[in-house]
């Protein structure tokens, strides 16, 4: 059975940029887990950042972005801003399954 | 406009059977490419995601849960319904359904189960 892994936490200062991994222990990520990345902040539901690896949604804002990083899904984020401060979980796609990384918590300070 | 909305036992028993309600609009699950899923999340822990129904029925569930977890939909009713065998304390979490494919992004607010004697 796979595991997903992100980092449990990770620090930015305000305008700085950090990005956030996800490691499947099956191998390599490829854009054929159709990587999602997911912001929660408390008391509610996720909401989607990055569909597929790399896509937007609409609300995206522009400094986050979705990439594939030495055998890992990746989301940089760009310029940090307080509002930044979250819970990030990204999700992968297998054959059979989905899973949810263990998420990281994201300070802005 | 898309809505989803669970529904279920705010409370139950260990050893019980939880069976919760996804009642939704705005799309038919008998559409291609629809596909409704199920997560869940103790509370302040990480998402769980536990189980997926397709448009050709197809279902799949975490490995982890699959021999505790059934899935099916009522098309007509506009409906899918999670069942959950044996719930343990350690299953208390918010349990969402919800559309997260194919760069959908459609989520319940959720519903609070407790598993307490």
């Known amino acids: 059975q796979a595991v997903v892994t992100q980092e449990p936490s990770l620090t930015v200062s305000p305008g700085g940029t950090v990005t956030l991994t996800c490691a499947s222990s099956t191998g390599a990520v490829t854009g054929r887990h159709y990587t999602y990345w997911f912001q929660q902040k408390p008391g509610q539901a996720p909401r989607a950042l990055i569909y597929?690896?790399?896509n937007k949604h609409s609300w995206t804002p522009a400094r986050f972005s979705g990439s594939l990083l030495g055998g890992k899904a990746a989301l940089t984020l760009s310029g940090a801003q307080p509002d930044d401060e979250a819970e990030y979980y990204c999700?992968?796609?297998?054959?059979?399954?989905?899973?949810f990384g263990g998420g990281t918590k994201l300070t802005v300070l | 406009q898309v809505t989803l909305r669970e529904s279920g036992p705010a409370l139950v028993k260990p050893t019980q059977t939880l069976t919760l309600t996804c009642t939704f609009s705005g799309f038919s699950l008998s559409s291609k490419r629809m596909r409704v899923s199920w997560i869940r999340q103790p509370p302040g822990k990480a998402l769980e995601w536990l189980a997926r129904?397709?448009?050709?029925?197809?279902?799949f569930y975490s490995p982890s849960l699959k021999t505790r977890l059934s899935i099916s939909r009522d098309t007509s009713k506009n409906q899918v319904v999670l069942t959950m065998t044996n719930m343990d304390p350690v299953d208390t979490a918010t349990f969402f359904c919800?559309?997260?494919?194919?760069?959908?992004?459609?989520w319940g607010q959720g519903t609070l189960v407790t598993v307490s004697s």
């Open positions: 597929d690896t790399s």
């Open positions: 129904i397709d448009w050709d029925d197809g279902k």
């Open positions: 919800a559309r997260i494919d194919f760069g959908d992004d459609y």
């Open positions: 999700l992968l796609s297998y054959s059979d399954a989905r899973l």
